[in-house]
C-alpha cells in the first residue's frame, strides 16, 4: 500500500470511516523530522496491509489540525474505529511507530 494524501473532502471516507487501522500523519513540507519520518512511514506502507498510512499536510488543512488539536509535528495520530485510539509527537524510529499502530 502507499500513503494516501488526505484532506477535508476525504478525511471522514479515508480515515473515520475505514474498517482497517489508520495512522494519520501531520505534517509540513517546511519540517526537517516530518521529512525524515516519510521514508519510514513508506517503508510501513509497502509492508502492511493490516493498516493504512495518510498524510495530512498541516498548511493545506489548517482546519483540520486544529480539529484534531495538533500544535507540533510530525504528529502521528492512529485511529480505529472511526476514533482517536493513540498519538505521537515527534521522529519517533520504525520500532515505535509499528507499536503505536499495533497498539502494543
Known sequence: MEIIDVNKDNFKEEVLESN???????NAD????????????????????EYKIVSVNIDDEEELAEDYGVSSIPCLVVFKDGNEYDRSIGLRPKEE???LIGGN
Open 20 to 26: 482497517i487501522p489508520v495512522l494519520v500523519d501531520f
Open 30 to 49: 517546511w519540517c526537517g523530522p516530518c521529512r525524515m519520518v516519510r521514508p519510514i512511514l513508506n517503508e510501513l506502507a509497502r509492508e502492511h496491509d
Open 97 to 99: 511507530i509499528e507499536s
